[in-house]
């Protein structure tokens, strides 16, 4: 793929700058912007696992659609800046039951639906024509099997074998085959070709040139009120080629519509504001089943699309937002089963793999934020049986902490605080590298490692009371009040007048950068790193705060004055030296930006929690994250992106549609509304 810099790409134009997920429950999905068309290089028409939910491969990029009016066929392919009357109008219809797209070209409407069989391996794609006139349709599928993780084409050439009811396509014939087939009797007329679409990349501000390959060309005869469906999917699992065809398609259709209207209905009573129902029923599309050699068919939070995996920190910041409002506390156990059993030296793992390898343990905090959310959980469905089956495994986790037995930091035996002692690789959630290259080294004492260990310490206390285990209590409460008094004393910085971002081993700074595999300095002393960054914000916001509320009080002061935006909080302050403001750019401006200026709208959930304690002013949240909590239509559908761009206008970058996103405003909506906004 070849692609060349433009100032304006079609990702900012009105039209363009919206997309539109589907998914499937097993990590497939179809993404798409919501004029219909293909424009960024993650869209696209097809996406399925070939060992769900792993190693997900594009089969289909888009269809070429065309009515036939007037003696000329005539595309309602989207045109990213039409300006003739006559250029079809596409419009996307967020109403009724099922969104859709409304198509009106020279006098024809067709209704177009896409939807995905939930846990199925395919894409319906539904066409209806409107009552009053007919035509002839024809759909061209543009074909580029590639892997999503690594961009590689899988095939250079594709084997097409006809079926009754549509084709079977092979870029390896000793692999699964796409097979696209229709519920209507048509046309199959065989094509043979390849196309160049252009696709832009937000990220790298570029056009990327891609061929895609036309196989076959459908054509139906389409009277007024008729419908056709066609049927994307990997290999033929639920076929349509029978006498019921017509029937199937229709059951199908009726069936999803069905499954919508009642999960509305359900978050109606949970959530009466449109744009925060529609984030509530889209969160389900991160609940996925995966299958791994320790749990069978377990459900897990995927941390986004369109290219994700599931992940320990992630899951566990969206999970209290997703599930525990609905009361979805069976499913919330089988989350926490699924990172409970894959539990190694103390930690849960960071990420699964896409590929089938073992899970990535580096992450500090993704085991701390899972105490956090299973206390959210107790405390919403207060099942006590839980807590008892799940309580010595939980106190081994502790143990393993305070063992020192968990890989890549230790516990510090003097101030009872956690330290980092990995070098190679960053441990907490600011771990963007390029490279070897770290573009946020905080080793050492990280000020929200520190809480969410207080936090953590206070939470088995709290579990061990409520249990009646006495031992556990007081060693849990002796080793909290160690660790409390530490954190509020080391990390507050009286002349800058908020928290230190970490305190840093001076045997590991030189020149500002961490040096891999650099000796300990056994006379080395911690200094504190004065950066204001939104890490303390997490460290005030956590169900238990070990600062006072003057100190709480400033940070959440700073915070307003640098790190607040309508998209949630800057991981830095514009004023520093390394404030990145937009996500363009190399590999190593990318990982730069990434926790060094970008807007992160999960950050927004412990603002909340601090700013409620200390003001108890729901209103002025609700004002000032007013398009998280309003405009959840606006980029991706239903979602919100992973992170923005630290300068106005803030453009959505990262994974279009993040489970914590989505979970952390869905937790915040729920703490405001224990207040009148």
């Known amino acids: 793929m070849k692609g060349k810099m433009t100032s304006k790409p079609p990702a900012l134009l ?87 797209f409304k198509i009106s070209v020279e006098g024809i409407v067709i209704r177009k639906y896409l939807w995905m069989p939930q846990n199925g391996q395919g894409l319906f794609v539904r066409y209806e024509m409107a009552k009053k006139r007919s035509t002839r349709l024809r759909v061209t599928p543009q074909i580029c099997f590639r892997d999503l993780e690594t961009g590689t084409p899988l095939a250079e050439t594709y084997l097409v074998r006809p079926h009754t009811t549509g084709i079977h396509l092979y870029g390896d014939p000793n692999e699964k085959p796409c097979a696209i087939s229709a519920n209507r009797a048509g046309v199959l007329y065989p094509v043979n070709s390849w196309k160049t679409l252009q696709l832009f990349d937000p990220a790298t501000n570029a056009w990327q040139s891609e061929e895609v390959y036309l196989p076959a060309a459908f054509e139906f005869n389409l009277q007024a009120g008729q419908e056709v469906t066609l049927m994307l999917q990997l290999e033929s699992g639920a076929k349509l080629d029978n006498e019921n065809e017509m029937t199937d398609a229709d059951i199908l259709f009726n069936l999803e519509k069905e499954r919508r209207l009642q999960q509305e209905h359900e978050l109606s009573q949970v959530f009466s504001h449109q744009p925060i129902r529609n984030l509530a029923l889209n969160g389900a599309s991160f609940i996925i089943e995966r299958t791994t050699a320790m749990t069978q068919n377990s459900r897990t939070i995927l941390a986004g699309y369109p290219c994700l995996t599931d992940a320990g920190r992630e899951a566990m910041i969206a999970l209290p937002g997703l599930l525990l409002p609905t009361k979805q506390f069976g499913l919330a156990k089988e989350v926490f089963a699924h990172f409970l059993k894959h539990v190694h030296h103390g930690l849960i793992p960071h990420y699964f793999s896409s590929r089938p390898e073992t899970p990535n343990y580096a992450s ?57 002692d990995e070098r190679r690789h960053p441990m907490t959630w600011m771990n963007a590298q390029a490279g070897e290259w770290q573009a946020t080294p905080r080793h050492s004492k990280a000020v929200e490692v ?29 080793y909290a009040e160690r660790t409390a008094k530490s954190l509020a004393h080391k990390f507050w910085c ?34 504190g790193d004065p950066t204001c960054r939104a890490n303390q914000v997490i460290a005030v916001g956590l169900p238990f705060n070990v600062f006072s509320t003057e100190q709480t009080r400033a940070v959440i002061d700073w915070a307003m004055k640098k790190l607040v935006t309508p998209y949630g909080l800057r991981t830095l302050s514009p004023d520093h030296p390394a404030y990145c403001g937009e996500y363009i750019g190399s590999p190593k401006r990318l990982a730069a930006a990434r926790h060094n200026g970008c807007v992160y709208p999960w950050l927004v959930l412990p603002f909340t929690r601090a700013y409620m304690k200390l003001y108890d002013n729901p209103r002025a949240v609700y004002e000032l994250f007013k398009p998280l909590f309003d405009d959840t239509e606006k980029h991706c559908a239903g979602h919100l992106a992973e992170m923005y761009d630290g300068d106005s206008p803030h453009h959505p970058r990262g994974a279009s549609a993040y489970a914590a996103s989505s979970g952390a405003i869905l937790q915040s909506w729920q703490i405001l509304q224990g207040k009148a906004i």
Not at 383 to 412: M, V
Not at 460 to 468: C, D, I, N, T
Not at 513 to 521: D, I, L, R
């Open 450 to 478: 520190q809480a969410l260990w207080y936090n953590a310490l206070r939470i088995m206390a709290a579990f061990s009371e409520k249990l009646g285990k006495t031992e556990g209590f007081n060693r849990c409460s002796e």
């Open 364 to 420: 500090l905090d993704a085991t701390l934020w899972m105490f956090a959310a299973i206390y959210e959980y107790w405390q919403a469905s207060q099942d006590h049986a839980y807590l008892e089956e799940i309580y010595s495994l939980l106190l081994e986790i502790l143990q393993a902490y305070l063992r020192g037995a968990t890989p890549g930091f230790k516990l510090d035996a003097e101030d009872g605080l956690l330290f980092s």
């Open 14 to 100: 009105p039209r363009g700058q919206g997309e539109w997920l589907i998914t499937n429950g097993r990590g497939g999905y179809a993404m798409v912007a919501l004029d219909g068309a293909c424009r960024q290089t993650h869209h696209a028409l097809l996406v399925m696992p070939t060992r769900p939910p792993l190693q997900r491969v594009l089969l289909v990029r888009q269809l070429e659609e065309a009515v036939f009016v007037n003696g000329n066929w005539k595309s309602f392919s989207s045109d990213p800046t039409p300006s003739a009357q006559s250029q079809p109008r596409i419009e996307f219809l967020d109403e009724g039951v099922m969104p859709h």
């Open 494 to 527: 009286d002349a800058a007048g908020h928290l230190y971002d970490c305190l840093i081993d001076t045997s590991i700074i030189q020149t500002g950068v961490v040096n891999a595999g650099m000796p300990s300095n056994d006379n080395a002393v911690a200094v």
